[in-house]
Structure formats: structure tokens, C-alpha cells
């Protein structure tokens, strides 16, 4: 995907400097609109400010380089391609959602044939195209479906989901029989289906094509369940405390470590910005982490870990609390 497809509102760029009198600006881009960094610094530069752009990865709304900007003394945070999700009070945010501008039209009449197994279907979407989800209710609808769009309150606009929150998408889980994403990867639609345990077919703009990701679903699910089974045999567990502005559940992992401490497990609490594998080996005497921050790093990137990463509610399988069955019905995770 090139940057230049999606909206960068350069002018609202330049009268967010202006109207917050900004000196010095920390731009906060996502990875596939890092190139464009040096053209916004541009923009900011003429707008009186200097800027700086952040190069480290940057995950969703959830991940504010709040103190990165403020070790830079930066007075505003613009930060792009996502909607608001947390409020913070520490460096005023200003949150640019870089609109896609490409026609959805003809991956999404591509998936209708995908779709023909049901009736009543779900539409998701990432900030990035919610402008086209009237387009592709009547799409659907002249091909004859019943088409519903969550509006859980949880997110800015209905039918928007995060990597992580998918409210939007439960809140009509129970009426519809399958989502149809529109979007681009796989990352979003994966999540849809395993927190609402629906059927998902992708409607991909930028490809223009369509296809269903049941089975990269299926893999997933045996691989967490793999996963719970292999920690049914550890002693040692290292709760992981998200150190991240949106991802920090300090009260979950208390939790969690109460709870496996009554069942005879020793407990490390462990403090973590970046959950990656090469982190977690430098506890050789733990045997199972669990993650209190993002759950998608433990859903999608378990085959990187060599230990078992569980989520929260995983670990609450594993001490006999939630039947994994049940769970599965229900969806893996989140909001």
C-alpha cells in the first residue's frame, strides 16, 4: 500500500500547530505511513514547529508515545491513523485518521459470492474505511442480504474495530451469522472472528480481491489450545504488566497472580513495553507467561515464543475457571 492513499489532511496539520501554539510536535505514524514522515515534518515545519517523527513502532491508539514526547519536551502529540481511544491528560493528542481514498466496490462485490452460505451478515471495518460502509450495505442488500453495523459506543464510528476491541462487532454478533471486513491484511478480520467466533470473509480494497480466513482461525485456535496444554505442566509463571499508555492492567495481572499462586504456581510480575520473544528468554527458570497487555501478541504471534504466552482469560482456562468449549462459542478475547 502506498501512502498517498490514504488522506494526511496537511491542512488540518498545519492548523493543529496553530491553534495549540505548538513549538515542538512528536509525529506518531503507523508502519505503513512512516514514509510520509519526512513530508509532515515538512508541513509542521512551515506551520512554525519544529517536529520530530517517532521511529519506533507504533501498534493502534493504545500505544501513545506519551512519554517519549515528553522526554523530547514536545507541547503536542499528532498521531496518525487511528481514532481516539484513551484519555491522557500528560501532552495534548491531536488524532488524524488518514481516511483511505481507494473504491471498495469491487472487492466487495467479489466477496458476495463468498457469502452465499448466509443471510444475515455483520460488516466490520478499521477507521480507515468507515465512510464506505453505507456503499457496502446497499451492496449487500441488493444481493439480497440482511446486513447489520454494531454501534456498541466503545469506538467513534459504528463498525469500527481495533486490534483489540471489537465491541462494535459483539454488539451484533447474535443476529448475524457472518462478518464480512472490509480492510486490508488479515490482522483485523482474524481478530473479528475470534472474538465473536463467526465466520469472516475479507473484502480487500487495496488487493482487490476477497477471500474467507476460516482456516487461519482454526490454526490459531489449536495453537492457543496447544498452548494452555503445554502450561498445564509449568511450575514458574511470569504475568506480564503492559507498560504501554493503553495496554497498562496492573490490577488485572494482581489478579491473575493471586489466583495462580493459590493453585501452588510461583509468580514473577514482570514489567514489559515490548513483548517480544527475545525479552521473555531472559527468564530461563519461568516456565508460562501470561500477558496482561495486548492479547493479540499471544493470539498471533505464538509461534515466535518458545514458551506459552496465555492471555488472561486463557489462564483462567487453564485453573479449571472458564471451559475453553465455552470460550471458543464465546470468543477468544476483548471488548
Known amino acids: 500500500m502506498e501512502a498517498t492513499t490514504f488522506d494526511l489532511e496537511e491542512k488540518r496539520l498545519n492548523e493543529e500547530i496553530s491553534k495549540h501554539g505548538a513549538k515542538r510536535v512528536l509525529i506518531q505514524l503507523p508502519e505503513g505511513l512512516k514514509t510520509e514522515g519526512p513530508r509532515l515534518v515538512a ?7 519544529l517536529a520530530v517523527v517517532s521511529a519506533d513502532p507504533c501498534y493502534g491508539a493504545c500505544d501513545l508515545a506519551t512519554l517519549d514526547a515528553k522526554s523530547l519536551d514536545a507541547d503536542l502529540i499528532i498521531h496518525y491513523g487511528h481514532s481516539k481511544m484513551i484519555e491522557q491528560k500528560q501532552v495534548p493528542t491531536v488524532y488524524i485518521e488518514a481516511k483511505a481514498k481507494v473504491s471498495v466496490k469491487e472487492a466487495v462485490k467479489k466477496a458476495i459470492p463468498l457469502l452465499e452460505r448466509w443471510s444475515k451478515i455483520g460488516l466490520v471495518t478499521t477507521v480507515q474505511h468507515v465512510q464506505t460502509l453505507d456503499e457496502t450495505r446497499e451492496l449487500l442488500l441488493e444481493a439480497g442480504k440482511t446486513v447489520a453495523i454494531g454501534d456498541a459506543g466503545h469506538l ?7 486490534g483489540c476491541d471489537y ?4 454488539s451484533v454478533s447474535k443476529e448475524i451469522e457472518a462478518f464480512l471486513f472490509v480492510g486490508g491484511g488479515r490482522f483485523h478480520a482474524l481478530g473479528a ?4 467466533a463467526k465466520p469472516t470473509i475479507i473484502a480487500d480494497p487495496f488487493e482487490r480481491r476477497a477471500y474467507s480466513i476460516e482456516k487461519e482461525a482454526q490454526r490459531i485456535l489449536r495453537q492457543r489450545w496447544a498452548s494452555i496444554c503445554e502450561a498445564e505442566k509449568a511450575e514458574s509463571f511470569g504475568v506480564l504488566v503492559g507498560l504501554k499508555t493503553g495496554q497498562k492492567k496492573l490490577d488485572e495481572a494482581l489478579k491473575i497472580k493471586e489466583k495462580l499462586e493459590k493453585s501452588g504456581k510461583k509468580v514473577t510480575l514482570l514489567a514489559v513495553r515490548e513483548i517480544t520473544p527475545e525479552v521473555l528468554m531472559q527468564f530461563p527458570a519461568i516456565d508460562t507467561f501470561v500477558n496482561t497487555a495486548c492479547p493479540r501478541v499471544s493470539l498471533d504471534e505464538a509461534s515466535k515464543f518458545l514458551k506459552p504466552v496465555l492471555t488472561f482469560t486463557e489462564a483462567l482456562v487453564l485453573l479449571g475457571e472458564t471451559d475453553w468449549e465455552e470460550l471458543c462459542k ?6
Do not use: M, Y
Open 43 to 49: 508541513v509542521a515545519e512551515k506551520a512554525g514547529a
Open 156 to 162: 467513534k464510528h459504528p463498525g469500527q474495530v481495533t
Open 167 to 170: 465491541s462494535n462487532a459483539k
Open 193 to 196: 472472528t475470534l472474538a465473536t
Open 330 to 335: 464465546k470468543g477468544l478475547f476483548g471488548s
